[in-house]
């Protein structure tokens, strides 16, 4: 073979590889994306009131809750990364396609289980990307559960304030079919205090009407 | 009225008076989320393989391809801003809470008619908002229709590439039940040439396969 017929094969070669590894990697985030898929087939206890009532489904609610997001970050008052909080928002209900949702109301040892499935959802989902993209979005997913930063504590805010204005404007919602009772809803809303305070405000106003309307128990 | 009785009444009336207007801001923002809603109920020819093949609604679209943005954002020659893409993405197809969808491959005189609805409901859905969201998000929704700048391109490119990506997993999904052309799925597919070449190529060998399998036709 002559030195330039060894340089083309070298240099196809090397495409080749190099080609192999992009169509690799973009396999697996194609497995990823239709993955996605079976978030529309995970059915909440929310109600989809403009659609004859039925209930809600997870990736149509993610969808919801990160435009919320978009639509009130600046009541923070501290400084919220308002992308990083979509991108969480996005994500954060994924692991619900192996774990499946469960109401929030639920007793506490549910509560326990579920995050036990719900780990080895995440590694398995998430485990489909390539390696950097599945260290990146496990790591944002950890950091939307353990709440603590806050960026995460915005997004779980706007996670818990959406259902409260849904069952406002439905007759009390998911509250009157599982006859909820106001404390647990300041409980679950409680990450707006301090951090947007007329949120917060506006909140502990609607959840009194909600008790006056006899939608929550008054607990 | 003493002076200093004087200065808590002028103070209460300020805070009073800038209460109000947060407050009525509020509304207004808390008035669209709840609108939002609806997006819920606007079904596409799309199907849901992994929730017994029912209709897609435009809100679980709209969460699946701001994610596709994110995992496939690398593949752009171009920088783009992957957080006004998702911005876009989520809102992009609000319009049809008013207009309705259309097929993607419907008559150019039905595409005509869809686009004067929709800017109808661009004023009316977005002018919910207080002024300045109004401007920011009428403006980022006329920045996607367009589809000039990288951002825009790269997000008409995510909105057509994951029913692709659908169709392929799901027997030709729409495209078989609409008897489809090859040519059809590639001119709705060019905004990924020379924006992302590497996804593309793996578009266009697709687009090859489903014409092998019959799901095309081949013209």
């Given at each position: 073979?002559?030195?330039?017929?060894?340089?083309?094969?070298?240099?196809?070669?090397?495409?080749?590889?190099?080609?192999?590894?992009?169509?690799?990697?973009?396999?697996?985030?194609?497995?990823?994306?239709?993955?996605?898929?079976?978030?529309?087939?995970?059915y909440r206890q929310a109600l989809v009131k403009s659609d004859k009532n039925r209930f809600e489904n997870s990736a149509e609610h993610s969808w919801h809750i990160?435009?919320?997001?978009?639509?009130?970050?600046?009541?923070?008052?501290?400084?919220?990364?308002?992308?990083?909080?979509?991108?969480?928002?996005?994500?954060?209900?994924?692991?619900?396609?192996?774990?499946?949702?469960?109401?929030?109301?639920?007793?506490?040892?549910?509560?326990?289980?579920?995050?036990?499935?719900?780990?080895?959802?995440?590694?398995?989902?998430?485990?489909?990307?390539?390696?950097?993209?599945?260290?990146?979005?496990?790591?944002?997913?950890?950091?939307?559960?353990?709440?603590?930063?806050?960026?995460?504590?915005?997004?779980?805010?706007?996670?818990?304030?959406?259902?409260?204005?849904?069952?406002?404007?439905?007759?009390?919602?998911?509250?009157?079919?599982?006859?909820?009772?106001?404390?647990?809803?300041?409980?679950?809303?409680?990450?707006?205090?301090?951090?947007?305070?007329?949120?917060?405000?506006?909140?502990?106003?609607?959840?009194?009407?909600?008790?006056?309307?006899?939608?929550?128990?008054?607990?």
């Open positions: 073979m002559t030195h330039s017929a060894e340089l083309v094969l070298e240099s196809t070669l090397s495409f080749n590889y190099h080609f192999g590894k992009v169509m690799e990697e973009l396999n697996k985030q194609l497995d990823f994306i239709i993955e996605l898929d079976r978030l529309k087939g995970v990160s435009l919320t997001a978009q639509i009130l970050h600046e009541y923070a008052v501290e400084n919220v990364n308002i992308s990083r909080v979509m991108s969480m928002l996005l994500i954060h209900d994924i692991v619900e396609i192996d774990a499946g949702d469960m109401f929030a109301f639920a007793d506490i040892k549910d509560h326990k289980e579920q995050a036990d499935k719900e780990i080895a959802a995440a590694n398995r989902i998430f485990g489909l990307l390539p390696e950097e993209q599945y260290l990146h979005f496990k790591q944002l997913w950890l950091e939307f559960e353990s709440a603590k930063t806050i960026d995460a504590r915005f997004a779980k805010a706007m996670d818990r304030v959406l259902p409260l204005l849904q069952n406002m404007r439905n007759d009390g919602g998911s509250w009157a079919r599982h006859n909820i009772a106001k404390s647990q809803v300041i409980e679950r809303n409680k990450y707006l205090e301090g951090l947007a305070p007329q949120l917060w405000l506006y909140v502990c106003k609607q959840i009194d009407i909600a008790v006056d309307k006899g939608w929550l128990r008054n607990e």
